[in-house]
């Protein structure tokens, strides 16, 4: 098994820990990419449908959609028009798309406006003062100033050109990043509750891995390790929202 498929895998398996009766469930994979987590739910027996707004992907969608034996409807569109009714879906999957797109906010709304009464979101969000950047690998980036994280970028030689017009933004003065505490606020004021899945493992010990169990140990009996890593170390947030109507 790939390392990619050993990925999508342990998520798709995650998913299922966290939220009950997921087979049940209706599914948006919104910015599905290449389609290596979209073709492994379908060929899971998921209902699940993707949406990608660079055409570019679609050659490496048909790859997978090949490899996983599976036929899964993947609509051109961006995040932030949605080509569905209202209340369409249960359960919308975002992975490492918030920070790419035009207008997360817009997005985000969608996302709500199409999910049923109290359906839900996962998604990734990076931290804007995480210690080590999970784009360019760079520690302390996001520490500084996004016009000196520039010329830093350059420096170390980790730029990153895009080679389509329509390929995600991948400049870092043009990603979106956010504070936990800032996302939450934005995330309420479109409809959503907030669940930090990163804290509800501490607390549920059948998710943790046996070779973090200890660290998880000192975490859950010293909070303040924890909501302190949140702020300044975390290179990223794995969130569950769930629309509140």
């Given at each position: 098994m790939s390392y990619t498929k050993l990925q999508e895998n342990n998520e798709i398996s995650f998913l299922e820990k966290i939220i009950p009766n997921l087979k049940e469930k209706k599914i948006l994979d919104l910015g599905c990419g290449r389609g290596e987590f979209l073709t492994t739910m379908k060929a899971k027996g998921y209902d699940v449908i993707g949406i990608e707004p660079d055409p570019n992907k679609f050659e490496a969608?048909?790859?997978?959609?090949?490899?996983?034996?599976?036929?899964?409807?993947?609509?051109?569109?961006?995040?932030?028009?949605?080509?569905?009714?209202?209340a369409t879906f249960d359960i919308v999957y975002c992975n490492n798309v918030l920070e790419h797109c035009k207008n997360p906010y817009q997005l985000l709304k969608e996302s709500c406006r199409v999910?049923?009464?109290?359906?839900?979101?996962?998604?990734?969000?990076?931290?804007?003062?995480?210690?080590?950047?999970?784009?360019?690998?760079?520690?302390?980036?996001?520490?500084?100033?996004?016009?000196?994280?520039?010329?830093?970028?350059?420096?170390?030689?980790?730029?990153?050109?895009?080679i389509h017009k329509t390929e995600s933004r991948n400049k870092l003065s043009e990603m979106?990043?956010?504070?936990?505490?800032?996302?939450?606020?934005?995330?309420?004021?479109?409809?959503?509750?907030?669940?930090?899945?990163?804290?509800?493992?501490?607390?549920?010990?059948?998710?943790?891995?046996?070779?973090?169990?200890?660290?998880?140990?000192?975490?859950?009996?010293?909070?303040?390790?924890?909501?302190?890593?949140?702020?300044?170390?975390?290179?990223?947030?794995?969130?569950?929202?769930?629309?509140?109507?």
């Open positions: 969608i048909e790859r997978n959609k090949k490899e996983n034996k599976v036929e899964v409807e993947v609509i051109i569109a961006p995040g932030e028009k949605l080509p569905f009714q209202s999910l049923k009464p109290k359906g839900q979101m996962y998604l990734t969000v990076i931290n804007r003062f995480g210690f080590r950047d999970s784009h360019y690998h760079l520690k302390f980036l996001n520490w500084m100033p996004r016009w000196l994280g520039e010329k830093y970028i350059i420096l170390r030689g980790k730029s990153k050109h895009s979106h990043y956010f504070t936990f505490n800032g996302f939450k606020k934005i995330a309420d004021k479109i409809g959503f509750e907030t669940q930090d899945l990163k804290e509800y493992k501490i607390y549920h010990p059948e998710l943790i891995s046996v070779q973090k169990k200890k660290t998880v140990d000192l975490v859950r009996a010293i909070p303040l390790i924890y909501y302190l890593a949140r702020l300044f170390y975390l290179s990223g947030f794995r969130l569950l929202l769930t629309k509140k109507t």
